[in-house]
């Protein structure tokens, strides 16, 4: 085996420390050469919890160094887009937290700047590795499932019902005049990929809705009950390139656990 590959994580919260680092650490390819944190505390617990060499509060300076060659984004989602952009302009590969930007024209150039540089870049869809979902697929690959008229996909609970569970992940400076997607990205974003793999095709035509059930929360970062203006429920039907039809219900406000 050659040379390890280096990693700079930008992220020591919560999915950093029960996927990303663990994930890179079972690999003996890769070694996390930095963690990168603008809460420094949080950088330097994360280097000596996991023995990860040099932490900083700089990602400007994680992303440049030459000794990284692979930059993992697991940062808040409205920051992702900044990042993955800059990792690649720095010419590293990069593994990137969904969504990677919220329009996705934006992800469209970052993929083609990495084609461009031919680096290699990869989202966090982790559902696909599940044991049912791959053995779902491999059902299709074998003929048993046969052609896939219609997908349904659903993934929604319960774990933001109470209001006064402390909501992460949102950008508290949006204008809250207008909705935010939160459920549609969070907890649809695996089942759309798991469509689009299972089918084998991309969306032509969607019609849907997004809901805000739940208007104030107590948000994390703020440690205030706040206006929140997400989706917290959302359903959607829509068309494949190759003839397909699906439909779509996520939310983290209903009772009961799909999956
Ligand atoms: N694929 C999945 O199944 C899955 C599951 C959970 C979370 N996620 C995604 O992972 C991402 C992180 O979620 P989380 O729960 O760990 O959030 P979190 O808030 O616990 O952690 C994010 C960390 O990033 C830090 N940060 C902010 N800006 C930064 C920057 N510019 N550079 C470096 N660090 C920065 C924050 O200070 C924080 O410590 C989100 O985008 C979320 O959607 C994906």
Redesign the pocket.
Known sequence: MGEKLRVAV????????S?HIPGWQRDPRCEIVVI????VE??RAFAGQFGIPYYTGD?QE?VARADVDIVDV????H??F??SWAALEAGKHVLC???VAYDFRQTLRAADLAKSKGLKTK?????RYSPGVLYAREMIDQGFVGTPFIFNGYEQNSQWLDPQTPL??VFVDADQSVIQTSSL??YG??IIDIGHWWVGADYSRVVGTMKNFIPERMV?ATGTMMRMNIDDGDIFIHEYTNGAIGSIQTSFVTIGNYP
């Open positions: 930008l992220g020591a919260g919560r999915w950093a420390e996927a990168c944190d603008p809460v949080n950088a990602w994680a697991v940062t808040p989602s920051t992702h900044e990042l937290e969904k969504p989202l966090g869809f982790t559902f992460r992940q990205e969070g974003a695996p994390r």
